[in-house]
């Protein structure tokens, strides 16, 4: 249904600059959990062990032309308990929201997950007040299994960390369709 929209392709050395230049945008931080700032050293470096990682897969989403717009990422794969964490979903410029990119990637990455390697969970942690990424998560099928109440010191403030999940079963596939 959204394979037109976007692709998905393995991050590449080449897309670290202009992925820490994503993460640095001030809208993009606030949706992070992790309040450090990005630079390109330290993308070089968490790229390093990314690549010696096998329990983290990071794509970038790519539009109808290739150009890069975003980001998304399976991170602690769990092979034996056929889970993982969804995560470090961004769309980067404002431009491109509200074009189906996110949609249309967490489909692709869910139909990834439960094809090709198997699981049959995923959960994410988001911020509670984030309503709209908590809306898109719950259109795709995620539902909150918990909150962590005043976990994080962010945006001037202590914030609630929804943890969510998803099933990739017989009923998640036919509603994927």
């Known amino acids: ?16 600059e202009l992925v820490a230049l994503w993460r ?4 993009a931080s606030l949706a992070f959990l992790s309040p450090d700032p990005i630079t390109v050293s330290g993308q070089g470096s968490w790229y ?3 690549l ?4 983290d897969m990071m794509f970038v989403l790519c539009d109808a032309d290739g150009h890069g717009v975003g980001t998304i990422a399976l991170v602690d794969i769990d092979y034996r308990n ?11 410029d404002s431009v ?3 074009k189906g990119f996110a949609t249309a990637a967490s489909l692709q990455l869910l139909e990834f997950a439960r094809s090709q390697l198997h699981l049959s969970k995923i959960y ?8 709209r990424a908590v809306k898109l998560y719950e259109k795709l099928g995620f539902h909150i299994e918990g909150c962590f109440d005043r976990d994080v010191f962010a945006q001037g403030g202590w914030l609630d960390v929804l ?4 099933f990739l079963d017989s009923s998640w596939e036919r509603r994927s369709r």
């Open 1 to 16: 249904m959204f394979d037109s929209v976007v692709n998905l392709r393995p991050l590449e050395r080449d897309d670290l």
């Open 24 to 27: 640095r945008s001030s809208d």
């Open 48 to 50: 390093e062990a990314y």
């Open 52 to 55: 010696k990682d096998k329990t």
């Open 82 to 92: 056929q889970k993982a964490e969804f995560g470090r979903l961004l769309v980067a």
């Open 96 to 98: 491109n929201r509200g």
């Open 124 to 131: 994410l942690y988001v911020i509670g007040s984030n309503a």
């Open 163 to 166: 943890r969510m999940s998803i």
